[in-house]
């Protein structure tokens, strides 16, 4: 290229080559350089190879908004020089030489499930992958060993329905992730800009009140994901889940892709059964939720449907703004007609149009159906819902569980999205024994209506985003409460360190978000709190009503408003987010206010 041009002119000019030979190529047609007999690489810059494997589909992207005259944010430069999944040697590299990733490599890393979270901590962080966040003891029990071996012998629960193991050495992250994989969990792709653990429904197969069994959908797009290189290096992270109708919510109208188990009844437009609506563009942490896209789905249907949705995400997806990157913005500039019709020409099969209003309603959500003794919809047997405090556990704690698992259960532990876990198919004579030896684990299976939906992120003791330690605060919170109050119906508490919203503080009857917080010369943590958020049929983001209250302040705030709430609402059968709703937000925060908090 001539030096007169200027650096962005000879970056149009090479996106524009390079994406037209790459067009070329993929419809097994030559090169431009070819068809004049020249040899390969001919006009294209040193090392500049065009791929012809799946990437090509995310080459093909980036040289379209080149082509537009945009310019690809850092981290698709960093994708497009070198695919992270090329990267191993590098890993044992840096592993070899006790040293952490740097620049590009950070992001790189996180493709085999490696965070490197400093400042927060100066190590690394593993999350894992398990389909519907089921896993065997003998999985669990392996999980301890790495994080004893080589982490911070403690374990934590996600709102993914997922496992994290903290406080990695450099010299051993290939370690950990190698240990993973000789027990069957598989950690790549678990962050960065991928398709994040698949999550389902934790009752799936044993719950009376299903309408379907997530298990082998989660498992199949599981495996779909892990075998598809393509489905690796999107625009941004991705959500999908499949709840099957059950009394455990999975929470997906808060995933990219929602697929929500429905009953037609006889005399519809199409045969009788059990059908999945689609829902697409959830993303609670910018106060979305999932819409229906008016779609009905055979089971059989989900995963491809799933596939063609994130090839259009691929082709489509904003790789010049990581602030405008994720689906929902996808949407936002299309509309979801247009998107649901660009998803449909990639589908072997056409997409049947079907009203909402024509399935039969959804069975209740048990609000706090992830806790106690509950009976399953095999006779005789019943899974228990075990507390986990703000979703962390020792290994010693992993391992008591997964024995009881064993000696009377299945050996299945089943992992929530409301950081706790279930232990299923327990003979009726052996409940108590199961719940005297979760006490004696130091956890609870009977949790107050306060601790039994307490939700934290991993806050600022693991998090370089977040403001505050969320967990920490967590636990003050029900420490403070319990002995204070008595409430008659379940409420959520929602504690998240930072806008990105990992703990959902949009979707709780009670949700707090970090902050910093002015006090006197000093900045300390603290909160802004929001009320009324819910999920499913009871959808809604919350509402700030209280402004940069300090942490230690947060326990006896929340308190004046759930006395405020007994005091002041209609009738005893009105919960929390009832009364809230009802009430417009100077009313509520004249209840709820004090002379030393900033109100809104």
């Known amino acids: 290229m001539s030096d007169e041009l200027t650096d962005d002119q000879k970056q149009y000019l090479q996106g524009f080559a390079s994406g037209a030979d790459v067009t070329r190529t993929v419809r097994g047609l030559p090169t431009f350089a070819a068809t004049l007999g020249l040899p390969p690489g001919t006009g294209k810059p040193a090392g500049d190879t065009v791929p012809t494997g799946p990437d090509a589909v995310h080459v093909l992207a980036q040289n379209r908004s080149i082509a537009e005259g945009k310019k690809l944010t850092p981290q698709e430069e960093a994708k497009r020089k070198r695919h992270p999944l090329d990267m191993w040697d590098d890993l044992v590299k840096h592993a070899a030489e006790e040293r952490f990733p740097k620049g590009d490599d950070v992001l790189a890393f996180k493709y085999q499930g490696l965070f490197y979270v400093a400042p927060a901590q100066d190590s690394y962080m593993c999350r894992l992958r398990m389909p519907g966040g089921i896993l065997t003891s003998h999985q669990f029990r392996g999980v301890a060993a790495v994080a004893d071996t080589w982490g911070g012998g403690y374990a934590d629960v996600t709102t993914r329905a997922n496992l994290q193991i903290r406080e990695i050495p450099a010299a051993h992250g290939p370690d950990v992730v190698t240990a993973l994989q000789d027990i069957g969990i598989v950690t790549r792709g678990s962050g960065a800009d991928n398709i994040r653990n698949v999550t389902g429904s934790p009752t799936a197969g044993i719950d009376p009140h299903e309408l379907i069994d997530t298990r082998p959908l989660a498992r199949a797009m599981h495996h779909h994901i892990l075998n598809h290189r393509e489905m690796y290096g999107l625009p941004r992270k991705f959500n999908i889940a499949f709840d099957g109708g059950g009394a455990i919510s999975a929470l997906e109208d808060t995933n990219d892709i929602g697929f929500t188990a429905v009953r037609v009844g006889e005399g519809r437009a199409v045969p009788a059964g059990v059908y999945f609506r689609l829902q697409l563009g959830g993303i609670s942490g910018h106060k979305d939720f999932a819409k229906d896209e008016g779609v009905l789905l055979t089971p059989e249907q989900c995963v491809p449907v799933a596939d063609a949705v994130v090839r259009v995400f691929i082709e489509n997806g904003d790789r010049t703004d990581r602030k405008k990157a994720r689906l929902k913005y ?150 403070y409460l319990e002995p204070r109050l008595t409430l008659d119906h379940p409420l959520n508490v929602h504690v998240t360190g930072c806008p990105n919203s990992c703990a959902q503080h949009y979707l709780g009857d009670i949700g707090l978000l970090g902050t910093g917080v002015e006090v006197g010369d000093e900045m300390v943590e603290g909160y802004h709190v929001f009320v009324g958020g819910g999920y499913g049929d009871d959808q809604d983001i919350g509402r700030e009503v209280l402004r940069s209250v300090p942490a230690t302040e947060v326990p006896a705030a929340i308190e004046r408003m759930l006395r405020a709430y007994l005091d002041h609402r209609d009738s005893p059968d009105a919960s929390f987010t009832d009364f809230v709703r009802k009430h417009p937000t100077a009313e509520l925060k004249a209840w709820f206010e004090q002379p030393q908090l900033a109100l809104v």
Not at 352 to 366: D, G, I, N
Not at 413 to 434: C, F, M, Y
Not at 440 to 449: E, I, R, T, V
């Open 330 to 479: 996808v949407l936002d500039r299309w509309g979801h007609e247009k998107y649901v019709a660009e998803t449909e020409k990639l589908l072997p099969f056409p997409l049947t149009r079907f009203p909402l209003a024509e399935c039969e309603p959804r069975p209740a959500v048990q609000k706090h159906g992830h806790l106690g003794v509950h009976p399953q919809r095999q006779p005789g047997v019943f899974y228990v819902g075990v507390l986990l405090p703000v979703g962390r556990l020792t290994t010693d704690q992993v391992r008591g569980l997964s024995a009881l698992a064993d000696t009377y259960g299945s050996g299945t532990i089943r992992l929530t999205v409301w950081q706790n876990l279930l232990i299923s198919d327990i003979a009726g004579e052996d409940v108590p024994a199961v719940q005297a030896g979760i006490e004696a684990l130091g956890l609870h299976w009977d949790a107050s209506n306060v601790r039994g939906a307490l939700v934290a992120c991993t806050g600022n003791a693991g998090c370089k985003f977040a403001a505050a330690n969320t967990k920490k605060h967590a636990l003050a919170i029900a420490d």
